[in-house]
T-cell receptor, first 116, second 118 residues
């Protein structure tokens, strides 16, 4: 069973469209994240959710919005897609958001978004 | 400010060579966590190791070893007798406590691409 799964794996869409990427984790973790990896492979955190509360929101355009229907899911909605949004987006989860030993993140396989 | 530097953009070695990937970090916190992740050509991110700031003991796992030195703020990763399957991008990451909203904030280094040739 896949611990952190995200769909779709590939997404090609036109500028201006609205799209969503889904993420589910079956690890029972408290915190979920979205990361963006650009063409230079640089990973940057976008959001994290802990028990349905947004606790980190980096300088991400408000066209991006995370939606967490429950603790096991954190979906990423993107409105009015732009060419610069093309990247690989990773979902991740970790047991706790802070403190203790269990802070490492487990990642999904990534979604390659291409905006044309 | 929190910062992770992986100065080596790309490293190329021949199979069976030993290779060390450097990671230097900056933090003002006394409590923090350091990580290494592997991203093979298939694209997924694989967790390799976590080390907390109070544990400077070096760790060895098979052909992998990690050298954590607080005095130089470094957390280097060595692969002994490298293999072609080790070819990947390796990321070092730092997680430290946020002062405002609580929780931890993690940032990644830019990654080091390792090529292991047969």
């Amino acid at each position: 069973d896949t611990a952190v799964s995200q769909t779709p794996k590939y997404l090609v869409t036109q500028m201006g469209n609205d799209k969503s990427i889904k993420c589910e984790q079956n690890l029972g973790h408290d915190t979920m994240y979205w990361y963006k990896q650009d063409s230079k492979k640089f990973l940057k955190i976008m959001f994290s959710y802990n028990n349905k509360e947004l606790i980190i929101n980096e300088t991400v355009p408000n066209r991006f919005s995370p939606k967490s229907p429950d603790k096991a899911h954190l979906n990423l909605h993107i409105n009015s897609l732009e060419l610069g949004d093309s990247a690989v987006y990773f979902c991740a989860s970790s047991p706790v958001s802070g403190g203790g030993e269990d802070t490492e993140a487990f990642f999904g396989q990534g979604t390659r978004l291409t905006v044309v | 400010a929190q910062k992770v530097t992986q100065a080596q953009t790309e490293i190329s070695v021949v199979e069976k060579e030993d290779v060390t990937l450097d990671c230097v970090y900056e933090t003002r916190d006394t409590t923090y966590y350091l990580f290494w992740y592997k991203q093979p050509p298939s694209g997924e991110l694989v967790f390799l190791i976590r080390r907390n700031s109070f544990d400077e003991q070096n760790e060895i796992s098979g052909r992998y070893s990690w050298n954590f030195q607080k005095s130089t703020s470094s957390f280097n990763f060595t692969i002994t007798a490298s293999q072609v399957v080790d070819s990947a991008v390796y990321f070092c990451a730092l997680s430290e406590e946020r002062g405002d909203t609580g929780g931890f904030k993690t940032i990644f280094g830019a990654g080091t691409r390792l090529f292991v040739k047969a």
